[in-house]
């Protein structure tokens, strides 16, 4: 029986399958991934890209929804972009935020001493308010991976996380 997922290309966008290679050009830039799975056939015409598998297998056959995903998210994002909203959270201490090369510094999160970091991935920008976060970009893995390590970077330990809810939560995506 089998399953086939078919992702068609968007208008402005050139993509391309090679070598088990997804590359996907468009106005705001290009994105590669690598897809390979066992039973698992994919292609690429540059209108429509194909995932199709002859295996009735629930893993084989939702790994062929899971590559379709994937390229639909690099199509919307080299069209669109990604972009999540962080709120900055404080009720004891201010938290104070900076960049430090490739990498976001808090400081003074309940009161510590040393600053915390989190690290930022490549082709992702991030614009730091004063209450804010701004994390954009084109690849949604890279985006919503930095978000959460901004997020992780400020987890509570040690005290009561009903009463210290301080930290920094992502509130919006688009």
């Known amino acids: 029986m089998g ?8 208008g402005g ?10 590359r996907v050009t468009g106005p705001k830039g290009t994105l590669e991934r ?3 799975y066992p039973q698992v056939e994919m292609s690429c015409d540059g209108a429509e890209f ?6 009735d297998r629930r ?5 062929c929804g899971t590559f379709a995903a994937h390229a639909r998210n ?3 994002g080299v069209v669109d972009g990604y972009e999540y909203q962080m709120k900055v959270v404080y009720s004891h201490f201010p938290i104070q935020l900076k960049m430090a090369g490739t990498r976001v510094e808090i400081t003074n999160f309940l009161g510590e001493r040393e600053p915390r970091y989190a690290r930022i991935d490549d082709g992702v920008e ?3 308010g004063n209450d804010e976060v701004i994390i954009t970009g084109i690849d949604k893995d890279a985006v919503g991976s930095t978000a959460a390590r901004i997020e992780a970077a ?7 996380p009903r009463v210290f809810q301080d930290g920094i939560y992502i509130v919006g995506k688009a």
């Open 3 to 10: 399953v086939e997922r078919r992702v068609e290309v968007p």
């Open 74 to 76: 690099m199509f919307k």
């Open 126 to 128: 991030v614009k730091l």
């Open 59 to 63: 893993k084989i056959t939702a790994m």
């Open 154 to 160: 400020t987890r509570v330990r040690h005290r009561d």
């Open 13 to 22: 966008v050139t993509a391309s399958f090679e070598e088990r290679i997804l």
């Open 50 to 55: 194909v995932v199709s598998t002859a295996s």
């Open 34 to 36: 690598t897809m390979r």
